[in-house]
T-cell receptor, first 109, second 115 residues
Framework: GQNIDQPTEMTATEGAIVQINCTYQ??????LFWYQQHAGEAPTFLSY????GLEEKGRFSSFLSRSKGYSYLLLKELQMKDSASYLC??????????FGAGTRLTVKP | DADVTQTPRNRITKTGKRIMLECSQT?????MYWYRQDPGLGLRLIYY???????NKGEISDGYSVSRQAQAKFSLSLESAIPNQTALYFC??????????????FGSGTRLTVV
């Protein structure tokens, strides 16, 4: 089986830092992805981790611990436009990607 | 023009009707996927295809069928629509190569309502 868990909702303040956690159990692992999805729109690719550690990409960073089945997405200097859902997804060996239910982030002024 | 185009964008259909959702892509990707998205459940994989002759069932294929007419086209059919198939449907593509870190490219989605 496969479980991917992330918080349902989070709220943060403009200019602050927020960390969105994701835990997973999977048979087969070919990497962990984060996607951003604004309401009513398609998900867009944010980041990818396959080795343990931190990957930084501008205001966004993603961390992976394979032994713990754990990842987080870190968003710095939050902007109002960062209000969206953030989807954690695990790619298995066959490249089919399984998604968590998503974390809806609300950024307040 | 969008790289991955889904038609229609919105559709209301009646229970028992057959309906087809279409996806076409200009990215030249070999791999294509159909997902449905429901509130609180996230994206769930319905079917995927790694090339024209390769079709695979995903987590929730019952009640659905697909056709890969060409590398660029992947259609999803609901044989006899039922209300619990009301959802947002996404098509996605992946090159299959270019490294495992290459994310999916999603279409804009089809919002389907079955009444």
């Amino acid at each position: 089986g496969q479980n991917i868990d992330q918080p349902t909702e989070m709220t943060a303040t403009e200019g602050a830092i927020v960390q969105i956690n994701c835990t997973y159990q999977t048979s087969g692992f070919n990497g962990l992805f984060w996607y951003q999805q604004h309401a009513g729109e398609a998900p867009t690719f944010l980041s990818y981790n396959v080795l343990d550690g931190l990957e930084e990409k501008g205001r966004f960073s993603s961390f992976l611990s394979r032994s713990k089945g754990y990842s987080y997405l870190l968003l710095k200097e939050l902007q109002m436009k960062d209000s969206a859902s953030y989807l954690c997804a695990v790619s298995r060996f066959s490249n089919d990607m399984r998604f968590g239910a998503g974390t809806r982030l609300t950024v307040k002024p | 023009d969008a790289d991955v185009t889904q038609t229609p964008r919105n559709r209301i259909t009646k229970t028992g009707k057959r309906i087809m959702l279409e996806c076409s892509q200009t990215k030249g990707h070999d791999r294509m996927y159909w997902y449905r998205q429901d509130p609180g459940l996230g994206l769930r994989l319905i079917y995927y295809s790694f090339d024209v002759k390769d079709i695979n069932k995903g987590e929730i294929s019952d009640g659905y069928s697909v056709s890969r007419q060409a590398q660029a086209k992947f259609s999803l059919s609901l044989e006899s629509a039922i209300p619990n198939q009301t959802a947002l449907y996404f098509c996605a593509t992946h090159p299959g190569t270019g490294g495992p870190g290459y994310g999916y490219t999603f279409g804009s989605g089809t919002r389907l309502t079955v009444v």
